[in-house]
């Protein structure tokens, strides 16, 4: 698997810093002939080699090689080899690159209406949230046709060929934006995600471009105020979801743990749980769960309750994501049952009620009598 590892590692820096050292003899060629156009270019395509690993810093999370490769590639086609070495002489490689800027646009601009939805900032229909995209990505494409304007006017450049061209620019435009919105409305109705993990990942952790400061700061202090009152019979902290701190793997103990809270708080007076939160009243989110995106978090938590509690207890649990400073906390809450609850642990199952800030698992006679008062 190292080995693997390695060999993609090595291919894709060999093909990245090919296109850097073309990007750089296309500078130094341009310096030397005064082409003030392919000077520009070719220093903006260098700059933008670098982007895909600076956001993977920024976002914590490791860019796909392939992902990253084909943004390069694609890049240095409609940056260098399109403008500057003037294959847009050849019609087919205009409408391709313009078709392949207008799906990638589109899916970025579906991703960040479906994140905007998930984090509530707004509440839409999937058929709202593929015509914004279609918008985003369409509007971005006019942007390039001024970018392309604006050159032609300050340098005297040829890059837009008259309005014929600029017009089939933008029809094809339209028509990858439409695409992507046609397919991502079907997707997206039928509970499907066809969004890409990186920028989910990424406006996730940076919701600070989307929601107001006022928005953030009421959340982070709703986490506060509750962290604040400490651990007692009816409020509990669980660092992570499923992870194990100490040896950093996914671990069913854990998630037993998160499990036996909840059927404890189902079978006493109910209760909160807050999980990404130590035992200190430390916040640590939860990036150590590796979950892809908080839906994928949400659809997790979902589907381990109806396994090991009972799908019928479901309208007894209420869990919402909590954005705090860059993190993200998991606040579960409990309704008292009217029927007892046990958590399924392989063959057997066992009972739990809250005793002060602990749950306590019961059995014979205490179950027994337990069970005739609590809901006899």
Known sequence: ????????????????????????????????????????????GFVITFIPSVL?????????????????????????????????????????????????????????????QKEEVMDASPFVIVFLAFCFSFAVGGLWEIFEYSLDGLL?????????????????????????????????????????????????????????????EKSSELIDNVVRRGESEKLEFKSTLRTNLHTGEFDKKIEHAVLKTIVAYLNSRGGSLLV???????????????????????????????HQVGSQFLPFIDFELFPYKDKHVLKIDCKSSNKRVFLREGQEEEFYIRNGPTSTKLSGNELIDYVKYRFG
């Open 276 to 306: 990404g939160v130590s035992d200190k009243g430390e916040i640590l989110g939860l990036e150590k769960d590796k979950f892809v995106d908080n839906d994928n978090l949400k659809l997790y938590l979902t589907n381990i309750i109806k």
């Open 1 to 44: 698997m190292k080995l693997m590892i390695k060999e993609g590692f090595s291919k894709r820096a060999a093909i990245l810093n090919m296109i850097r050292v073309l990007l750089v003899v296309g500078f130094l060629e341009a310096l030397y002939y005064n082409r003030t156009l392919v000077l520009v270019i070719s220093l903006i």
């Open 56 to 116: 993977g810093k920024i976002v914590g999370r490791k860019i796909p090689a392939e992902f990253e490769l084909i943004v390069i590639l694609f890049i240095y086609g409609i940056l260098f080899l399109a403008e500057v070495r003037g294959l847009f002489d050849f019609l087919w490689w205009d409408v391709v690159l313009n078709l392949l800027a207008s799906i990638a646009l589109g899916l970025v601009g579906i991703t960040i209406a479906y994140v905007l």
């Open 156 to 216: 005297g450049t040829t890059l837009q060929k008259g309005m014929q061209d600029t017009m089939m620019d933008l029809v094809v435009n339209a028509i990858g934006a439409f695409f992507v919105s046609l397919v991502g409305f079907f997707y997206i109705r039928k509970g499907k995600n066809i969004m890409s993990a990186f920028v989910v990942k990424f406006l996730e952790k940076n919701r600070r471009f989307f929601k107001t400061k006022d928005s953030l």
